[in-house]
Nanobody
């Protein structure tokens, strides 16, 4: 069973950058699509980005396109979410999640991490 651990969250000023990491414990992410989700207080969890198991397909929600990138580490055990030009509306708890092979809309992912807080504030 794959266990996911997120890291890299924190407090940053608007316009700043953060890089989140999603690391696999007890397994590999090689055959899994990895999605990043976020949840702001009082709001539903939303998908932010996803990369397929092969890395050949990548998706972003419109609100983060041209600001966020997603990539897979060489060891195939880590996936990164690079967040640039952060805005206050990017604040929330960020989760990574895994499912076999391909990205899908919604939250139908098999494994979830515990989340990392991202706060964008001046």
């Amino acid at each position: 069973q794959v266990q996911l651990v997120e890291s890299g969250g924190g407090l940053v000023q608007p316009g700043g950058s953060l890089r989140l990491s999603c690391a696999a414990s007890g397994g590999t992410l090689a055959n899994n699509a990895i999605g990043w989700f976020r949840q702001a207080p009082g709001k539903e969890r939303e998908g932010v980005a996803c990369v397929s198991s092969s890395g050949g397909s990548i998706y972003f929600v419109d609100s983060v396109k041209d600001r966020f990138t997603i990539s897979r580490g060489n060891a195939r055990t880590t996936v990164y979410l690079q967040m640039n030009s952060l805005k206050t509306e990017d604040t929330g708890v960020y989760y990574c999640a895994a499912r076999p092979w391909n990205c899908v809309p919604g939250t139908s992912y098999n494994y979830w991490g515990q989340g990392t807080q991202v706060t964008v504030s001046s």
